[in-house]
């Protein structure tokens, strides 16, 4: 399983971003999957996830301010974050839990940066 982030960048507070995930080697439309983040010297934490039945569950730190989304005919998951603060600089990575029915390997893709500037 591969997982390719993209969209993070450089923004002003207020401004927005959508970031994106193409998965490759699993069958994407069947997984859920998600996004997490992790700011320097702080722990990784859940953004949104969304199952594969289109369920989807934010985490408190961007609840009311992103939106997650998936096209399982692109293999893509997106995640639409709004009204960013500086507070949500972080390396946001695109998460894809797999059940071996030995218990759930994740696979993480390399990240993207987001900074968002005051």
């Known amino acids: 399983v591969q997982l390719q982030a993209s969209g993070g960048g450089l923004v002003q507070a207020g401004g927005s971003l959508r970031l994106s995930c193409v998965a490759s080697?699993?069958?994407?439309?069947?997984?859920?999957i998600g996004w997490y983040r992790q700011a320097p010297g702080k722990q990784r934490e859940l953004v949104a996830a969304?199952?594969?039945?289109?369920?989807?569950k934010y985490g408190v730190s961007m609840r009311g301010r992103c939106t997650i989304s998936r096209d399982n005919a692109k293999n893509t998951v997106y995640l639409r974050m709004n009204s960013l603060k500086p507070e949500d600089t972080a390396v946001y990575y695109c998460?894809?839990?797999?059940?071996?029915?030995?218990?759930?390997?994740?696979?993480w893709g390399q990240g993207t940066l987001v900074t968002v500037s005051s």
């Open positions: 969304i199952s594969s039945g289109g369920e989807t």
């Open positions: 998460n894809l839990p797999l059940d071996y029915g030995l218990g759930y390997i994740h696979y």
């Open positions: 080697g699993s069958t994407f439309s069947s997984d859920d």
